[in-house]
Nanobody, 124 residues
Framework: QVHLAESGGGLVQAGGSLRLSCAAS????????IGWFRQAPGKEREFVAA????????YYADPMKGRFTISGDNAKNTVYLQMNSLKSEDTAVYYC?????????????????WGQGTQVTVSS
């Protein structure tokens, strides 16, 4: 069992930055692949980014490439999502999720555990 807790959300102006954290308790992150998803009001939840501990690869949705960076700290059992050049359309609740074994990390069904989410609001 893994418990995930997101933090770092808040209100930021367009063009600003935020760093989200996803802290895990229970099993260590190194046994999971970790993804970030987001859900804007009235929209479906969508993939943001993922990191695979086994391969070291990182994956990003196209709108996030060059602006968002996912990284992890095994010692702290924490994964981060650095978000730069934020836009109003980035406003959403951001969720982290853990997949014990996943081939398609951009798909929600690959993930076994989810956090409660953290709100990010970008003002224009």
């Amino acid at each position: 069992q893994v418990h995930l807790a997101e933090s770092g959300g808040g209100l930021v102006q367009a063009g600003g930055s935020l760093r989200l954290s996803c802290a895990a308790s229970g099993r260590t992150f190194s046994t999971f692949d970790i993804g970030w998803f987001r859900q804007a009001p009235g929209k479906e939840r969508e993939f943001v980014a993922a990191i695979s501990w086994s391969s070291g690869f990182t994956y990003y949705a196209d709108p996030m490439k060059g602006r968002f960076t996912i990284s992890g700290d095994n010692a702290k059992n924490t994964v981060y999502l650095q978000m730069n050049s934020l836009k109003s359309e980035d406003t959403a609740v951001y969720y982290c999720a853990a997949a014990s074994s996943g081939s398609y990390l951009y798909m929600e069904r690959e993930y076994d555990y989810w956090g409660q989410g953290t709100q990010v609001t970008v003002s224009s």
